[in-house]
Each structure stands twice: as C-alpha cells, then as structure tokens.
C-alpha cells in the first residue's frame, strides 16, 4: 500500500497568514493526489484534484501543486472559514489512501 | 443538488453483521462509481471499497475482504455495504462517496454523505 504523510501534523496560524500543509507519498504516484477540507462534524470536502485542479466553487486562495513523491496544499491568506483538518489522497493504487490529516487551528 | 444519505448504523456485537444503506439523487445514479471511506478517531479516513457503475467491478481494502460485499441498486438509486464477522476495529463513521467519472473511476471523491456510525462491541 501507498503511505501518504502529511506535514505538519497541527499548525497555528492566523487570518490573513499563508499556509502550506505538504504530503508525500511513499512512491511516486505522478499527480494522482487530491486534497480534502473537514470540519468538525461533517464530511469531507474535495478540494483540489489531480494535484492541482480546483474543484468547482472552491477559492482560488487555495492551490496545489507537485508530482511524483511531493505535494503542497496552499492557502495564499487564511480567512476564518479555512480552519478545519486537511487531508491529501492518492488515486494512483488501490488501495486509495488518506494522510493522517493537518488540523489548522486559530493562533 | 447531489446528495447521498447514509442509515442502517448503530451498536452491534462483534461476530455479528449490519447492513450500510446509501441513498442517492441529483445525478444519473448508474453511471457513476461509488465509495465507502470510514473515520475513526485513531486512524482517520480510511478507503474500505468501491463498486463499479456497472457492478461489475469491485475492490475492498485487505482488512474487510472476506467480511464486507459492495453492492448497489441502480434501479433503486442505493449503494450497500453487507458488513459480516464485525470486529472491534470495525467501530468508525462510515460515509459513502461519488466518484465523479461517467462510466470510469477517476479515483477522487467529489461528494460525500454525512456519514452513519457503526460501533462494534459487547
């Protein structure tokens, strides 16, 4: 199986700061990496897929990018709206797996 | 709009089964793949299977082959997960998930339920 890790683990940060959350994969998986938003409660959210494509409605503060073993999830000024955990994910084997999650908290 | 509901949660004791529900509207239903992903608070999320539009694929994470069947209802709109020989490791929200290729899986999940909460114990 494909071991996703995300980094960092917890970060505190605040509005209007820019925030990346890296994830790497433990083999090169090309650009079959996705992004989720969660909040607590609810169900995940897409965010951003194939590495870099933004979903439909969501705010092109947010973007993404990288290939192969590294990705980053960029958020160019946090809002009140963005803290919540993130999670990436590789599409590129099955069996489909999640990072263990980056919780984005108010500083 | 896209939803899928989810139902059939609820305790149950390990060595028994439970039947997962996923009730789905707002797009043509037999043409898209589907997910189960579960969360628990140990082990976050969790991809346990997906089924094929068609039914003629499907795929488990290793640790329910064996135990849990993909199965779905294109006539009914609803996606199932039979979950047998449950185990304590089982207990986790579990929600169902859109795939969002026509006929094709393209391996991200655009929409989600709001998850159902099994939890298995004694």
């Known amino acids: 199986d494909i071991q996703m890790t995300q980094s960092p683990s917890s970060l505190s940060a605040s509005v209007g700061d820019r925030v990346t959350i890296t994830c790497r994969a433990s083999?090169?998986?090309?650009?079959?990496l996705n992004w989720y938003q969660q909040k607590p409660g609810k169900a995940p959210k897409l965010l951003i897929y194939?590495?870099?494509s933004l979903q439909s409605g969501v705010p092109s503060r947010l973007s993404g990018s990288g290939s192969g073993t590294d990705f980053t999830l960029t958020i160019s000024s946090l809002r009140p709206e963005d803290f919540a955990t993130y999670y990436c994910?590789?599409?590129?084997?099955?069996?489909?797996?999640f990072g263990q999650g980056t919780k984005v908290e108010i500083k | 709009q896209v939803q899928l509901v989810e139902s059939g949660g609820g305790v149950v004791q390990p060595g028994r089964s439970l039947r997962l529900s996923c009730a789905a509207s707002?797009?043509?239903?037999?043409?898209?793949?589907l997910h189960w992903v579960r969360q628990t608070p140990g082990k976050g999320l969790e991809w346990v299977a997906i089924?094929?539009?068609?039914?003629?694929?499907?795929y488990y994470i290793d640790s329910v082959k064996g135990r849990f069947t993909i199965s779905r209802d294109n006539s009914k709109n609803t996606l199932y997960l039979q979950m047998n020989s449950l185990r304590a490791e089982d207990t986790a929200v579990y929600f169902c998930?859109?795939?969002?290729?026509?006929?094709?899986?393209?391996?991200?999940?655009?929409?989600w339920g709001q998850g159902t909460l099994v939890t298995v114990s004694s």
């Open positions: 998930a859109r795939d969002p290729g026509i006929t094709l899986v393209r391996g991200h999940l655009d929409y």
């Open positions: 707002g797009f043509t239903f037999s043409n898209s793949a």
């Open positions: 089924i094929s539009h068609d039914e003629s694929h499907k």
């Open positions: 083999q090169s998986i090309g650009t079959y």
């Open positions: 194939a590495a870099s």
């Open positions: 994910q590789q599409s590129y084997s099955i069996p489909w797996t």
